[in-house]
């Protein structure tokens, strides 16, 4: 079994900044991609960023040049620098890995969610 568990959501005004974390632990015998999703109130979750294993990026064009998605391969730590929040920004923030175990195929891991607000 593997869990994500994340941290550094929270209320911030327009135009602050937050960093969320997300460490996975258990049976874990590679990562492939780490990333973000996030679901704000009525909507369809949405990829933020994303990263490989070999630290290739992908962003959705609402973040591009604001937020920055990396990771630490050593810690099975993945962590988006969010700057220059707007208030559009404001969402259940999901982390997400693609994780092989060692008796298991890849499978796809979600954290619990962590809150963010964007709001003055």
């Known amino acids: 079994q593997v869990q994500l568990v994340e941290s550094g959501g929270g209320l911030v005004q327009p135009g602050g900044s937050l960093r969320l974390s997300c460490a996975a632990s258990g049976s874990i015998f590679s990562i492939n991609a780490m990333g973000w999703y996030r679901q704000a109130p009525g909507k369809q979750r949405e990829l933020v960023a994303a990263?490989?294993?070999?630290?290739?990026?992908n962003y959705a064009d609402s973040v591009k040049g604001r937020f920055t998605i990396s990771r630490d391969n050593a810690k099975n730590t993945v962590s988006l620098q969010m700057n220059s929040l707007k208030p559009e920004d404001t969402a259940v923030y999901y982390c997400?890995?693609?994780?092989?175990?060692?008796?298991?195929?890849?499978?796809?891991?979600w954290g619990q969610g962590t809150q963010v607000t964007v709001s003055s």
């Open positions: 997400n890995a693609r994780v092989r175990g060692y008796y298991t195929r890849e499978n796809d891991y």
């Open positions: 990263i490989t294993s070999g630290v290739s990026t």
